[in-house]
């Protein structure tokens, strides 16, 4: 299995950009994508952006695209989410996660990390 740590959530001004980071450990020579997803208060878990591990394709949901950009550096086992004209809306607890080759659904995950964005 992969350990995920994220880092980067914070508190900002809505407009205002923020990166995260997601550190991963183990089998990381296993992983076949990595992905990001929130939960807002009140609201079911939603996955913002994937990312393939080899090729780096990416992926987004409508309400990010043009805003956010996940990217991945391989050498250093670390993905990011670059998040840009920040929304109160994007308000939410941001999660890591994982999917390994042979499987078909993320099943490594992170703690999560806070993002508030305030008006």
């Known amino acids: 299995q992969v350990q995920l740590v994220e880092s980067g959530g914070g508190l900002v001004q809505a407009g205002d950009s923020l990166r995260l980071s997601c550190a991963a450990s183990?089998?990381?020579?296993?992983?076949?994508?990595m992905g990001w997803f929130r939960r807002a208060p009140g609201k079911d878990r939603e996955r913002v952006a994937r990312i393939t591990w080899s090729a780096g394709n990416t992926y987004y949901t409508d309400s990010v695209k043009g805003r956010f950009a996940i990217s991945r550096d391989n050498a250093k086992n670390t993905m990011y989410l670059q998040m840009n004209s920040l929304k109160p809306e994007d308000t939410a607890v941001y999660y890591c996660?994982?999917?390994?080759?042979?499987?078909?659904?993320?099943?490594?995950w992170g703690q999560g990390t806070q993002v508030t964005v305030s008006s």
């Open positions: 996660a994982a999917r390994m080759q042979g499987t078909s659904a993320f099943n490594s």
């Open positions: 183990g089998r990381t020579f296993s992983m076949y994508d």
